[in-house]
C-alpha cells in the first residue's frame, strides 16, 4: 500500500488501504480521512498531495476510481471519464491543485 509524506508539512504522512488514513505527529497516532475509496472490491494504489493546497489530496485505486478531497478528506468528489484501470501515480501542478495528472496501467489505449 502506498504510504506518502507531504512534501509541504513533513510531519503529515498518508496511508491507503481502502480507505485513506493520515497521521500528523510522525505516526503516533492514525485518523482515518476517508470511507471506502473504491469502488468496492479495491484498495488506494496511488496518492497525490497538492504541494501548493495542503487540503487537496487525490487518491486512486486498484479497480480504477479516482477520488479527490479539496477539504483535507472532509468530502470526497469522484472524477468521471477516465479509464476504468488500475491507477499507478499522480503529478498534482505544484500552482494549481486543481490539475493533476493521472497514470494508468493497462495496454492498447492512453495511460495519462
Do not use: C, Q
Not at 18 to 46: C, F, H, P, Q, V
Amino acid at each position: 500500500p502506498p504510504l506518502v509524506m507531504d512534501a509541504a508539512r513533513p510531519s503529515r504522512l498518508l496511508f491507503g488501504t481502502y480507505r485513506l488514513y493520515e497521521t500528523t505527529n510522525g505516526g503516533n497516532t492514525w485518523a482515518a480521512i476517508s470511507g471506502d475509496l473504491s469502488k468496492g472490491s479495491g484498495a488506494i494504489s496511488a496518492i497525490g498531495v497538492a504541494p501548493g493546497d495542503v487540503r487537496t489530496t487525490y487518491v486512486g485505486t486498484s479497480d480504477g476510481n479516482v477520488r479527490v478531497t479539496t477539504d483535507g478528506g472532509a468530502s470526497w468528489r469522484t472524477a468521471t471519464g477516465l479509464p476504468n484501470r488500475y491507477v499507478e501515480d499522480f503529478a498534482v501542478d505544484p500552482g494549481d491543485a486543481r490539475t493533476a495528472w493521472v497514470a494508468f496501467a493497462g495496454f492498447g489505449t492512453g495511460h495519462v
